[in-house]
């Protein structure tokens, strides 16, 4: 079975903490394959702390249009997950 490809909407508090728990491989059916914050500081974060496998993009649009994820995990502030969501649910990402 091939692994998930699992992208990350928000790269904060939250989303920090799945993202690993998923590259630190607690979730061995997944591998996480993207990451996207608007926060550019976040991003540097990412950078220095995932290796170059994970993609960080600036916005989550972006990150739905790659190719690169199967699934997507949305940890930005609740009153935008029904927007991430939709967008997710358009392309055929499973959320």
Do not use: Q
């Amino acid at each position: 079975m091939e692994k998930i490809r699992l992208g990350i909407i928000g790269i904060g508090n939250m989303g920090s903490g799945h993202a690993w728990s998923v590259y630190g491989g607690k979730c061995p059916d997944m591998v996480l394959a993207a990451v996207a914050d608007i926060n550019p500081d976040r991003l540097t974060w990412a950078k220095e702390s995932f290796n170059e496998s994970v993609a960080c993009f600036d916005n989550a649009e972006a990150m739905l249009d790659s190719g690169l994820i199967d699934a997507c995990l949305i940890a930005v502030p609740h009153y935008d997950h029904p927007k991430y969501a939709i967008e997710c649910i358009k392309r055929g990402i499973h959320v």
